[in-house]
């Protein structure tokens, strides 16, 4: 069973850090390219930041320069560090595992508030 599990989300303060992980299991990660999403409400889906196996990355605009994704292979997992944060990045934020040619997969997500 293919299953990402998101953890690390939270209640943080406007300018502070979190870090999210997205464990894998039951495909290789290598053959994947992930990725985080994120849903705010009232907003349509937006993609923050992926990472191919060859360890290219792509970020929207809204969080370049704040947010880092970076993978650890030996155990599979996914990391997406977030500065800086704003109000505005107050969303549920969801792990995705896209391949070439299979299907791809999606983690429940975990909801991360930035608030004062």
């Known amino acids: 069973q293919v299953q990402l599990v998101e953890s690390g989300g939270g209640l943080v303060q406007p300018g502070g850090s979190l870090r999210l992980s997205c464990a894998a299991s039951?495909?290789?990660?290598?053959?994947?390219?992930m990725g985080w999403y994120r849903k705010a409400p009232g907003k349509r889906l937006e993609l923050v930041a992926t990472?191919?196996?060859?360890?290219?990355?792509h970020y929207a605009d809204s969080v370049k320069g704040r947010f880092t994704i970076s993978t650890d292979n030996t155990k599979n997992t996914v990391y997406l560090q977030m500065n800086s944060l704003k109000p505005e990045d107050t969303a549920v934020y969801s792990c995705?595992?896209?391949?070439?040619?299979?299907?791809?997969?999606w983690g429940k997500g975990t909801l991360v508030t930035v608030s004062s």
């Open positions: 039951g495909i290789i990660f290598s053959a994947y390219t």
């Open positions: 995705n595992a896209d391949h070439a040619v299979r299907r791809g997969y």
């Open positions: 990472i191919a196996n060859g360890g290219k990355t």
